[in-house]
């Protein structure tokens, strides 16, 4: 199984360096063969090849099972051409691989309540959902858009527009991801007021028919908001279309407090998906050990879990490790608490080898 890596800038070589002492060891445990090659994206690769997406990484990407990535960017790259600014280099590897589905899981560590911004009695009841955001198309993508003068004011406009393949392709991507969790999935629209939401719905239903073992549910965008808040965990899997999907993710993770800890997926069709912390490249911290692994060490579970059939049990065991962590007091110093053992990048991954 062949992995492309691209630690990237700031904490992104060190988080994952940390991330592949976990993938190495539990490819011993579960007896599976790993190769990784390292490409470059962003600033580093700006300043190696004046570009952020070198054609070699994309040729590496595609020829890999799944792509891990840290994180892209930082002061050093904030004033050139914004031409070839780091984040290019993510918009254009998301194209490449025509990665359309971005899976980010929101889910609260019952170690870390206390960094968990709702009401204790909330926070008891547990938050472990998943937001199926679609990626490419939407009011972002759709056309026409732009910005014109009629009867002699400005007129702004841009169309939310989804044709029946792209909705369905989502549609199956929330539903096999339901699959492998809880079996319950949330479509999320605003079916009440737009047309293009209505076919949405409609299109969803038509798929839901493959998948008779999901229970399917629907909810217009701003009660999902307001539920989000109110009682998150009602959710196991929530797909919704990109500018929904958006807000409801970033929602979704802030609640959680803990940025340090989110893993992201970003699929598409044939190609293989890409894994990375949703967290940036944390310049303040960067080359001091100080920052949090877990979220990259997540992200590796992650990638097995939806990059290979057979890999659920490692993906797990992963997880579990993570958890242990947490259990046995273990805190980098973006989740720390009174009482606990502050460590660093390094020793975090440490406990987690020690507890796989
Ligand atoms: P950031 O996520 O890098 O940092 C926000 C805050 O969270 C900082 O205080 C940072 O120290 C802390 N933090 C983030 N990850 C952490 C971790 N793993 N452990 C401990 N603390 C952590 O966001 P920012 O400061 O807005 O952006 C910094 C740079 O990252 C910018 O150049 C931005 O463009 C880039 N960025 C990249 C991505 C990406 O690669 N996907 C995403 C967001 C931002």
Not at 105 to 125: M, Q
Request: contains cysteine.
């Amino acid at each position: 199984m062949n992995i492309c890596v691209m630690p990237g800038d700031g904490i992104g070589r060190e988080i994952v360096a940390q991330a592949l002492r976990v993938l190495d060891k539990v490819g011993a445990k579960f007896g599976k063969k790993f190769e990784t090659q390292e490409a470059l994206i962003g600033g580093c690769a700006i300043d190696a090849t004046g570009g952020p997406l070198p054609e070699e990484t994309v040729r590496l990407c595609k020829a890999a099972d799944a792509v891990l990535l840290g994180a892209v960017g930082g002061p050093k790259w904030d004033t050139i051409d914004p031409a070839i600014r780091p984040e290019r280099g993510l918009l254009g590897i998301r194209k490449e691989l025509g990665l359309f589905a971005n899976l980010r899981p929101a889910s609260l560590f019952p170690e870390l309540k206390h960094a968990c911004y709702l009401r204790p009695d909330i926070v008891a009841k547990g938050i472990d959902l998943l937001v199926v955001r679609e990626l490419t198309g939407g009011a972002y993508f759709g056309t026409p858009k732009g910005v014109e003068v009629r009867d002699g004011e400005r007129v702004g406009f841009n169309n939310m527009i989804y044709s029946e393949h792209e909705i369905r392709r989502i549609a199956k991507v929330g539903f096999e991801a339901a699959r492998k969790r809880r079996k319950q999935l949330c479509s999320v629209d605003k079916a009440n007021v737009l047309d293009v939401s209505r076919l949405w719905r409609e299109v969803v239903i038509e798929v839901s028919k493959d998948y008779p073992d999901v229970a399917l549910s629907h909810m217009y965008v701003d009660n999902a908001a307001m539920q989000l808040v109110r009682d998150p965990s009602q959710f196991d899997v929530i797909v919704t279309e990109n500018l929904f999907g958006d807000i409801l993710s970033d929602e979704a993770s802030v609640i959680t407090g803990s940025i340090g800890m989110l893993p992201s997926a970003s699929l598409g069709a044939g190609n293989p998906g890409l894994f990375e912390p949703i967290h940036g490249s944390a310049p303040d911290i960067a080359g001091q050990n100080k920052a949090n692994p877990l979220a990259t060490i997540l992200s590796v579970a992650m990638l097995l879990r939806y990059s290979f059939s057979d890999m659920d049990e490692p993906a797990a065991a992963i997880e579990a490790a993570v958890q242990k962590a947490l259990q046995a007091g273990y805190r980098t110093g973006d989740i720390r608490e009174e009482g606990c053992k502050l460590v660093g990048c390094v020793e975090m991954a440490d406990v987690v080898l020690a507890n796989l």
